[in-house]
């Protein structure tokens, strides 16, 4: 009998990402996670945004990430539409998933391009590292009892009575069903084939251009092709295809008859899938779990750590006994929300896979490149994206303190910082070359030149942990998941009251 405050169920990002954020507030949790280790021969996510990357610089360990990924930022920040590979480019989109070589004022980190396997390699050594994480793997959750006072749950070696668990379970968990929740949302229309491989033939000189993403609008065979390393090793997707001879379709994808060699292929449909609730009396739905995202943009995995920053923080307060009782029913309303518009901005390129755009004639014809290098301006939304990536917010959530401000209307493009409570806290970097991010605290951070004293003495009053930060201008209330909860010239302790969950 495994008895825990906090039972975790699945070790992909998400879950190690509950378990970081709790294990770096001290709260004793169990992770559990079937497979023992981590496989490398199917990249699965490729892009790790600006935002997650603000949050792995929030564990300490954007610089591990970066160190571990087998393709630098410098190599290539751009996504190059073509006929073939090795044919003609078409037209590109520099800059893609928020990729500079370089500081830039209004991010902390910019994206990174990386397998998921490597970022989950990373994070489960940073979990081994917390002493207050108990990670066992080989274990899969077979049962679990919903309840008001905790969770009881069966492991495949173990039974745990557990006070919450976290259910990262992905779509094919059982944690979904233990709340009565379920899916809603369809799936995409084509099939779509995987394919890892390598061709020792295909150098840099064949190649159209450098690129991280190669979108190939063959009139036989589209789909993308990208580079998994510096080492030869590459991944595509071929679009509308559900089988077939892999290296025939790379060879196709490629515009060369060369030696390839595949690794691993995974035939798969898109989802676009929300459950209908996060949560139940103990039992809270992260990740997969809660919702499926087309891969178009590469939001899904970065949705899951958003999701396990939001819920962690929360909890880890309530366990520690400064969180309030309305704390934790944030976490949906809050989250579910991002979810959903992340789904719907991902769903309308289904319609915009390379098929749309494929034509027998562009290797021979300049025109006819020239006219589907217009037609593709629809695509800069998948690539293009920091308005979805930063700029969503929880300025309808209960804890935080509205102003009467206007919230500043989505753009999904384009990023509008906004000091208005609910959004993210407007980035800079600080004349010494730091980032201001890196100077809140783990809880609740004040920053500004008000009078700090009454939320100072409320924080110590419920023991929330709480830092000041002179930095000039009106006074701003920041959550521990940089996110602003109050801003005004007065502060009140009741901003703070309501931004831990303290209010009826």
Known sequence: MIRTPVLIAGAGPSGLAVAIELGRAG???CLVEPRTTVTTDRPRAKTTSARTMELLRRWGLADQVRAAAPLPVSYSQDVVFCSRVTGH???RFSHAFGMYDGRRDELAECGQQIPQPVVEAVLREAVRELPSVTFLTGQRLLSAKDGTGGVRAELSDDVVEAGYLIGCDGAAGLTRDAIGARYEGSSGALPNLNITFTAPGLTEDLLCARAIHYWVLGADV???VGPMDLD???WAIAQGVREGDPVALVRALLGRDLDVEVRATDPWSARMMLAD????????LVGDAAHLNPPWGGHGYNTSVGDAVNLGWKLAAVLQGWGGPALLDSYEPERRPVAEQTIAAASAQESRLARAFARADLDTDPAARAEAAKALRAKEGEFHSLGLVLGYHYAASPLVTDDGSPVPEHDLLRYHGSGRPGMRLPHRWLPDG???????GPGFTLL???NSAPLEREAARLGIPFTVLPTGGESVLVRPDQHIAWRGT???PAVLRRAAGHFA
């Open 490 to 492: 007065t502060p009140d």
């Open 434 to 440: 730091s980032s201001l991010y890196d100077h809140l």
């Open 27 to 29: 709260i004793p949790c």
């Open 277 to 284: 609730s996060y949560r139940g009396e103990r039992i809270f």
């Open 222 to 224: 589209g789909g993308i």
């Open 232 to 234: 030869g090793t590459w």
């Open 89 to 91: 480019e078409i037209t």
């Open 448 to 450: 500004g030149n008000g």
